[in-house]
């Protein structure tokens, strides 16, 4: 079993910055395989996948709307992973939810860990 809980959304200006954590605990240890990610859902859209990262090799993948704008990492000694973004656009708004993705393919109908999410509200 394991539990995320995120944090650091809120609500920024358009251009603005925000560094989202997503703390993991488990009853064993994070295997070198899994996938530590971030999805984000948008009111009246269905939940998209943004960013992971393999805990082990550190190997990053993106989604093609926030390549060059966001930055994946992960702490492991803290059972940690970061989400930074930056250049945030009004279409960034949504929750962003942590997800542990065991299959690595960032299917969200197969991901099986999520956390409750953290709200990222873009405006002026």
């Known amino acids: 079993q394991v539990q995320l809980v995120e944090s650091g959304g809120g609500l920024v200006q358009p251009g603005g910055s925000l560094r989202l954590s997503c703390a993991a605990s488990?009853?064993?240890?994070?295997?070198?395989?899994?996938?530590l990610a971030w999805f984000r859902q948008a009111p009246g859209k269905e939940r998209e996948f943004v960013s992971g990262?393999?805990?082990?090799?550190?190997?990053?993948r993106y989604a093609d709307s926030v390549k060059g704008r966001f930055t994946i990492s992960r702490e492991s000694a803290a059972k940690t992973v970061f989400l930074q973004m930056n250049s945030l656009k009004p279409e960034d708004t949504a929750v962003y939810y942590c997800?542990?993705?065991?299959?690595?393919?960032?299917?969200?109908?197969?991901?099986?860990?999520w956390g409750k999410g953290t709200q990222v509200t873009v405006s002026s």
């Open positions: 997800a542990v993705d065991i299959r690595g393919d960032y299917v969200v109908s197969r991901v099986p860990y």
């Open positions: 488990t009853s064993g240890r994070i295997l070198s395989s899994w996938r």
């Open positions: 990262i393999t805990w082990g090799a550190g190997t990053t």
